[in-house]
């Protein structure tokens, strides 16, 4: 109770978490440590690979390498911090600290928004029309696209992060969450936040609503052309591929869009927090594996690596 009504005398927060501190807790949080190091390991490997492999120099790996980069930043950026308090067993986060954990969240995760919808489009224009491909997408309108989502991203969370952190902040400060989201954090203004809520609806709208619905017409219009393709096969592999993509786009948008698209009444710790796992942790693990390990130039480069590795020692 003293550490609590301690919090209302400081500008530092209170980040109550997600694990309880028992053998439960620590086993969950052990299951978050081996995803995040998968995360990691699965998405520094594609990097490396995109890389050192001149085949995979094409614009869908070059947006998928940036697609990677996030990931690793994005849960780097969640998991340290969640780890370190449940360990130290202090909760506390400093304002500077909450707000830079804002800023970079929402950095990534709307820059990931818009490169998903270029990475869609990117494949619709691929093989819908595909003797176009290399006036619609070449490395130039790759690296604009990128550079694009990274910029657009950036501002949108400069703009957010400065008007959240400005709100006057009332009580024990304690946000009921395991890192710093903007919308568990505006259950502790002592003021209508009914205004910015409308901002980060427009904000969802244009990061979440419209990208997904390119997403969803890019991979519509991509199956309508499969299924005029004569070889059993090819359909097959294409169903499986676009499948496995759509299966991570509705595990990443789908949430994200029931957070941040609901008033601030509706919203319930327990719900945000498992929400919440599956767009900053366990879709950052699952994206290298979805739209790389499936994929046959990706593993032929992979066994490439190893194969000059092992010729190297040997």
């Known amino acids: 109770m003293w550490e609590e ?10 980040l109550l978490g997600l694990l309880y501190p028992n053998q439960y807790g620590l086993l969950f949080l052990m299951l ?16 490396l690979l995109i890389h050192l492999d001149t085949q ?16 690793i930043l994005h849960i780097s950026n969640i998991v340290p911090k969640m780890a370190s308090n449940f360990i130290s067993g202090q909760q506390s986060i400093t304002f500077a600290g909450c707000g830079f954990q804002i800023f970079l969240s929402l950095i990534f995760l709307g820059a990931e928004c818009l490169l998903l919808a270029a990475m869609s489009y990117d494949r619709y224009v691929a093989i819908c029309h595909p003797l176009r491909y290399p006036n619609l997408m070449n490395h130039q309108i790759s690296v604009l696209m990128a550079a694009g ?16 952190l400005h709100l006057p ?23 209508d936040t009914s205004h910015y809520e409308r901002g980060v609806y427009v904000s969802a709208v244009f990061f979440l609503l419209i990208p997904f619905s390119i997403i969803l017409a890019s991979y519509g219009q991509i199956l309508c052309t499969v299924l005029h393709i004569k070889s059993v096969e090819a359909q097959k592999k294409a169903f499986s591929t676009c499948s496995s993509h759509l299966t991570v786009v509705v595990m990443y948008y789908g949430p994200f869009i029931f957070t941040y698209m609901r008033p601030k009444s509706y919203h319930t710790p327990g719900q945000d927090k498992i929400l919440a796992i599956l767009y900053t942790i366990l879709t950052p693990m699952l994206n290298p594996i979805i739209y790389s390990l499936r994929n046959k130039d990706v593993l032929c480069a992979l066994m490439k690596l190893l194969g000059k590795t092992l010729m190297h020692r040997n």
């Open 5 to 14: 009504k301690n919090q209302t005398f400081t500008r530092d927060f209170i």
């Open 32 to 47: 978050i440590l081996i995803i995040f190091m998968v995360a990691i390991m699965g998405n520094t490997v594609l990097i």
């Open 56 to 71: 995979l120099h094409t614009p869908m790996y070059f947006l998928l390498s940036h697609l990677s980069f996030m990931d």
């Open 149 to 164: 989502c990274w910029l657009v991203g950036t501002i949108n969370s400069t703009i957010h992060t400065t008007y959240a």
């Open 169 to 191: 902040f009332c009580g024990t400060r304690g946000i009921d969450h395991f890192f710093c989201e903007i919308p568990a954090m505006l259950k502790l203004s002592c003021v």
